[in-house]
């Protein structure tokens, strides 16, 4: 039987972890869309990787108590690989399909970035905090669609020099650049890793490529520069076949 499953971060559960409250939004669809009644069962999954078997108290508009049975195993396994995917800004609905997609196919976390070429240009503090806000409520759909337990993070936009002259990467973290031009082949770059990478931050850019500064500032600072194939892909199109290579040859999509 399909898991009728719902959204609570942790701080909505009791101190004691028996109880859980759901939020107008989260009880609005238990009540008035699947029309679970006072002592059917229902799943509840905290965003950080737990879920919980619970059992519906009470219903309103102003949310729901459940009680909770006990934890159990989330309706799907999260992948062994940590992987980041950044990708360039891309417009509305190019962007949303990106973080569906990569959160369906397990990314750890998405990190916006402001490329020369980017699509978007972002007006202010406000506009980039509605946009984040958009995002996150498409990850944690995407979530409850794929049996996910834990919902992706997703940072604020960060300019391309910030995030390619980070911190080197930490031990077992392999950083790839996917570019248009100017990389080895992906089978070809994995065979000469050294070692397995333990995280992968995997960085895409937009419908107008790489800068030659930005592909050189990347090579730079350690980053491994990948081209796949030779055929053009929309931004958004490679973003997806990334993020779904790289759980194929490191991660759990097999």
Known sequence: MTRRRFFAP???FSPDGSIVTLAPEEARHL???LRLERGQEA???DGEGREFRCV????GRAGATLSVVGEVEAARPESALHLTLAIALLKGEK??????????LGVHRLIPVVTKFADVRLRDSADTARRVARWQRIALEACKQSGRALVPSIDAPRLCASLVESAASDEGQWRVMFSERGGGGL???IKNLQA?????TALVGSEGGWADEEIAMAEGAGWSIVTLGGRTLRAETAAIVVTALLQHAFGDLV
């Open 196 to 200: 397995q990478p333990l995280s992968i």
């Open 95 to 104: 962007f949303d399909l990106v973080v569906q997609k990569a959160t369906e």
């Open 43 to 45: 799943f509840v999954f």
């Open 56 to 59: 519906i108290e009470e219903s």
């Open 10 to 12: 942790p701080s909505a």
């Open 187 to 189: 089978v070809e770059t």
């Open 31 to 33: 009540r008035d869309v």
